[in-house]
């Protein structure tokens, strides 16, 4: 009886360590994911990822918070896809505070089953423009509105003419609108301080999801983030302009190394790997491949100034050709300011580039003036001790070594024990004049 009582009393103190852990898995889950970042391809492996893991996981509410001032078009409809098609109430929360969700981002904020903004937040300015970041043509800008209108319109429709006529406003006239202003044509339904603030106001909130109508209970939600996994983040750092320009430079220099010195695979691999991440990168931004011309162009100078030296003229024409295609390629007019490369960082790694190949340059007219160090026609201009001598011949030794020699038409008359200076080097023997 007594084992039966302290095997009783063991199970009961089990039950009540797990208590705890019951009760907590028995509150509603609201996933929050956090996107602060220009719309590109990462964001979505990223926001598909929390569709299917809010799903999996049974959970509440997924809330998307945003702070973004656009992207890719193309991204933003593959979100915007898979937002519509989930079972689980997807919330777009515009935050924190002076946040924006701009261009791409207002469409996804439409999107969402569920929309709130966060005290002075703005949202809209939503007007496609081109790959290359110039505004549209007439007709393919008739075409991009009409598109991005049909699909916001059956999302935004149910939320009355007012909300409809603003999102559209958003897109032909690319009109932006403060948190109020949002709330007072109902384009978005709540204006929350906070996380909990904005689960406070869903709890009892009905939804039209992908399986239905749903009625968010999120009184006591449990609140757990989801973060960008490191690919997910290094993918992203990738399609950041700035860092695509360094990768180029980098990549070109170091291939061009390679090319000049085979040899090595340091310089070569660097390069290649280089070149491949700012492939990817160029591959999402918004580019005006006309730069590539006037890079190439530069690396070309550099080269040409190092194997015909021209005092440093094309190495200067190189970093001005260098500046002006970086700029071409990234800062076409119409190029969203977000997604512009850094001046300041063009400028500084054109000179640092120049400045480079200008030193590279300086060696190498150095190695042009600099007397021959090596083989036989290094003797010419040593001084030598005469060892032996008779008439106009006899030996000498020079830098440790022991030559046969002759003197020199013009020589005064040498005996043993003087110094001479090698004049030529006639196959192994040298003509030397009295020094």
Not at 167 to 194: C, G, P, R, W, Y
Not at 211 to 226: E, K, S, V, Y
Request: proline share 5%; charged share 15%.
């Amino acid at each position: 009886m007594k084992r039966i009582g302290i095997l009783f009393i063991f199970l009961s103190a089990l039950l009540s360590a797990f208590q705890p852990a019951r009760a907590q898995s028995d509150e509603p889950l609201a996933l929050v994911m956090t996107v602060e970042a220009p719309i590109m391809p990462p964001l979505l492996e990223y926001i598909t990822r929390g569709i299917e893991t809010a799903q999996r996981r049974n959970a509440e509410v997924l809330i998307l918070q945003i702070n973004t001032l656009g992207g890719s078009m193309d991204t933003m409809f593959k979100i915007v896809t898979a937002i519509r098609a989930s079972d689980v109430p997807v919330v777009v929360y515009v935050a924190p505070k002076n946040a924006i969700a701009g261009s791409a981002g207002a469409i996804i904020a439409m999107a969402g089953h569920a929309v709130a903004m966060a005290p002075e937040t703005i949202i809209g300015a939503s007007s496609p423009i081109d790959s290359s970041g110039a505004d549209l043509n007439s007709d393919a800008r008739a075409k991009a509105t009409n598109a991005t209108k049909a699909v916001i319109r059956p999302f935004v429709e149910p939320r009355g003419k007012a909300a409809l006529a603003l999102a559209e406003a958003m897109i032909d006239e690319a009109k932006a609108v403060t948190v109020d202003e949002a709330l007072q044509t109902h384009l978005i339904d709540f204006k929350a301080n906070s996380i909990d603030d904005l689960l406070k106001a869903l709890n009892g909130f009905t939804v039209q999801t992908n399986a239905g109508a749903r009625t968010l209970h999120t009184q006591n939600a449990r609140i757990q983030p989801l973060d960008l996994s490191f690919i997910e983040r290094f993918l992203l750092i990738l399609t950041d302009p700035n860092i695509a320009f360094l990768l180029i430079a980098i990549g070109v220099q170091a291939v061009l190394i390679e090319i000049s010195s085979p040899g090595g695979w340091v310089a070569g691999f660097i390069g290649v790997v280089c070149l491949s991440l700012a492939a990817y990168g160029l591959g999402t931004l918004p580019v005006n491949w006309f730069g590539i011309i006037f890079l190439i162009t530069a690396f070309v100078l550099f080269i040409l100034d190092i194997k015909a030296p021209t005092h440093g003229a094309l190495t200067a024409a190189g970093v001005a050709s260098f500046i002006v295609g970086a700029l071409v390629l990234f800062n076409s007019p119409g190029t969203p300011q977000f997604q512009r490369v850094s001046v300041p960082l063009v400028i500084a790694t054109g000179i640092a580039i120049g400045a480079l190949f200008f030193i590279i340059l300086l060696f190498a007219l150095r190695a042009l003036r600099t007397p021959i160090s090596a083989g036989v026609e290094s003797y010419i201009g040593k001084i030598g001790v005469v060892k032996n001598w008779k008439d106009a011949h006899g030996q000498v030794h020079v830098q440790s070594e022991l030559w046969s020699a002759e003197a020199t038409q013009e020589s005064e008359p040498i005996r043993k024990g003087d110094k001479v200076e090698v004049v030529q080097v006639n196959g192994i023997r040298l003509k030397v004049r009295k020094y």
